[in-house]
């Protein structure tokens, strides 16, 4: 109760408007293409203890905007997936390979792998995003540029992996060898940052349900990344999203790819243990 009407008041104080309303999700059902059954609710992780229930953002959309992503053919993003299948195919780098002479299709070798990532990657001694696995095999088995974190190719191959796997649980592990990285997250996700002092628990876990402005306050889940908004009709990465939630508290925010922010990711993936990989998503 008290972060939520500091909150209140710290929003009242930047002129934003709190809404009057405890609407929480809606109850509708995530089938794309009558096909796949998406998990948008789930009991928390044993390692949350604010919530007992977790939330796809879906459940928070307007009905228009989730009706979007029950039909590939009307899911925006899935251009970028279109995309990203011919790039697979296509030969890039001093080694003269694509994605598709090591790993065939998409389909076969990529099901399940967004699922479980951000992942200990032993030999590198590190937790590995998809964005920064990607680049390293375009850099050390293709002898290929990297690509840019949230630049388009980039976004788009992000889209065709995790569109294989949609509607498998997300299941990141946070014990051994990743644990010091997640304990590195969550750490952030509970700092207050900017000149508004708020921590993305204080608006994800206390204020989920709530208006701000016009936005209903989604759990800031990630399982829907990449995700495609309306506001800015593109795809965007997990990492372009934080940018846009700690600049709205006013703070300098973290890089893309900066070590925060893949400790940061890891976290908030881990809060989404249980709930289906939707991505590409639909926001507005
Ligand atoms: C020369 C062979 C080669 C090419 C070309 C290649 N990869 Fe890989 N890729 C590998 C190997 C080997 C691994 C396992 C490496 C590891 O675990 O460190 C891997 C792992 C991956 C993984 C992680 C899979 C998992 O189960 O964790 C992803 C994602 C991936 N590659 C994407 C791509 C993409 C996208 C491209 C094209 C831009 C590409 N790879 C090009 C050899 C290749
Ligand atoms: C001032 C309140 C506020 C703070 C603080 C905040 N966010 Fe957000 N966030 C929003 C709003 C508003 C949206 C858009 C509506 C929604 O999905 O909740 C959003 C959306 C998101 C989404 C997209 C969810 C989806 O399903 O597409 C993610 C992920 C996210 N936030 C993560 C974070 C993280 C991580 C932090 C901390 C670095 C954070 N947010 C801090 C207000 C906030």
Known sequence: ?????????????????????LAGPDDHQLVINDEIQIITEAAAPAHMDGIDTIYSGWRFRADETQALELDDFENPGMIGVENAMAIWETVDGSEGKSCASCHESAESSMKGVRAVYPKWNEAAGEVRTLEMQINDCRTTRMGAEKWKWSGGDMVDMTALISSVSRGMPVNVAIDGPAQSTWEKGKEIYYTRFG?????????HEDNYGNMIRADHLSQGQINGF?????????????HNRFKGCVRDTRAETFADGSPEFVALELYVASRGNGLSVE????RN
């Not at 009407?5 to 930047?14: G, H, I, K, N």
């Not at 000149?195 to 608006?203: D, F, G, M």
């Not at 495609?228 to 593109?234: D, I, P």
């Open 1 to 21: 109760m008290k972060r939520t009407t500091t909150l209140v008041s710290v929003l009242a104080l930047a002129a934003w408007t709190a809404g009057p309303t």
């Open 195 to 203: 000149q508004l002092e708020l921590s993305c628990a204080n608006c």
């Open 226 to 238: 990449p995700s495609y908004r309306l506001k800015t009709a593109k795809l965007g990465s997990v």
């Open 279 to 282: 991505g590409p998503s639909v």
